[in-house]
């Protein structure tokens, strides 16, 4: 955290909340506090274009969708998203379908994070006319342990040194971000790295199912996930820092075939490659998520690998609670959302974790190379058909924990 620059500046502003960001935590809170009448500041270091294109997560859980419905900012997503209700393991060969809502009477939304953070800006900023400063640059901040904390940045047009002071700054803006710069040292960071990478791919190619596909082979787990009539999200495991560019055309394709393969199915539809890039399989988990007056939400909080596909899920439950507790702490001076929001976020962030554990082990298990981890490996799979209560408990963790907010 930097020294206060001077608060008598020109360049000066207030603004009772900061939030620094414009992702899906960012933009939720920001439209909470809108919504409340709480006048706030998004600064972003992209521009709108960017943020609106940034390929990301696209599964959102039901609990999520009722949230955002709740406050107004669910209404193209309903109208445009894709439910799903079913998934399919494929293994030994063949395809093992997994209807989960027959289980739990609940289901998935599919929306691409960038449709969904374009629903959000668009409503924050044209609709309910929050201010949002894009391509702002180093982001600082000040004071955070007083009730004067303040954010300077540059501003991208002029090059001049700006200050906002606030009451409470919302960290939304990842692991990059000037939000984790700024932690003091209490602040415990737990890491874990499952040491092996994804393949991300988007295909120019209709899904080849009407589900998700899980394929657990023996050469490294193989995804499947629809996205529109036309385009398909792929994972392949790879190793970790694996370059993009060594995965040809044909490559991709042989080795999708082979580790989605079921003999009960027909092969994979193909199409031109629109996306390449190696994830590196890790997460991590800031503790508390609170000191002083800066308060994170999302990525600058918590990373969990796209194995269960909860990133955005956990980004939106912070934000809910985060955007809920400001409002009642700024409009009525109620702090106890903002007192328990540290406590309540993280019993749901490790639950989430030790769960993408739990499943990485599914995914993963079968190319280790060990023979009693495929054993085992295989053992957990038949298990969920073959036992109603395995696959209802199950069905639960991987729906996600249904909240009301």
Not at 196 to 217: K, N, Y
Not at 295 to 301: F, I, K, N, T
């Amino acid at each position: 955290m930097s020294p206060s620059p001077h608060t008598d500046s020109p360049s000066a502003d207030r603004f009772p909340v900061v939030v620094l960001g414009a992702g899906p935590a960012g933009l939720t809170v920001g439209n909470v506090l809108r919504a409340a009448g709480v006048d706030c500041l998004v600064l972003e270091t992209e521009t709108r274009a960017f943020i609106e294109q940034r390929p990301r997560a696209g599964v959102i859980e039901e609990w999520a969708v009722r949230g955002l419905e709740q406050r107004g900012l669910a209404g193209d997503l309903l109208r445009r998203a894709e439910r799903q209700t079913e998934f399919e393991f494929r293994f030994d060969g063949r395809g093992h379908r997994f209807p989960y809502q027959e289980l739990t009477g609940r289901h998935h939304w599919v929306y691409p994070q960038p449709l969904l953070v374009t629903d959000l800006v668009r409503e924050y900023a044209d609709v309910r006319g929050g201010e949002i400063r894009f391509g702002v640059r180093d982001v600082r901040l000040h004071d955070l342990d007083s009730d004067r904390p303040s954010v300077s940045y540059t501003d991208p047009d002029s090059g001049e040194r700006r200050q906002v002071t606030c009451d409470f700054v919302a960290g939304c803006d990842g692991a990059r971000g000037a939000s984790r710069a700024a932690l003091p040292a209490r602040a415990r960071t737990s890491r874990y790295d499952y040491g092996i990478g994804w393949l991300a791919l988007l295909a120019e190619a209709p899904p080849s199912a009407d589900r998700v596909l899980f394929g657990i082979h023996a050469d490294g787990f193989a995804g499947h996930m629809p996205r529109s009539a036309e385009v398909t999200r792929y994972y392949l495991q790879c190793p970790p820092g694996d370059d993009p560019d060594t995965w040809s055309h044909a490559r991709v394709w042989d080795e999708l075939q082979r580790r989605l393969h079921a003999a009960d199915r027909p092969p994979l539809a193909e199409g031109r490659l629109l996306e390449k890039r190696v994830l590196d399989m890790h997460n991590y988990v800031v503790e508390p998520m609170v000191f002083g007056r800066l308060l994170l939400a999302g990525d600058a909080a918590h990373l969990v690998a796209p194995i269960a596909a909860k990133g955005m899920n956990l980004a939106l439950h912070d934000a809910f609670l985060l955007g809920d507790g400001l409002v009642a702490q700024l409009t009525k001076g109620d702090s106890a959302g903002l007192d328990g929001y540290s406590e309540t976020c993280l019993r749901r962030v490790w639950d989430y974790h030790e769960f993408s554990e739990w499943l990485s082990g599914i995914y993963h298990g079968a190319s280790s190379g060990d023979p009693y981890r495929t054993g085992t490996t295989l053992a957990r799979l038949r298990r969920l058909f073959t036992s109603p209560a395995a696959a209802a408990a199950f069905a639960e963790r991987y729906l996600g924990t249904a909240t009301a907010f």
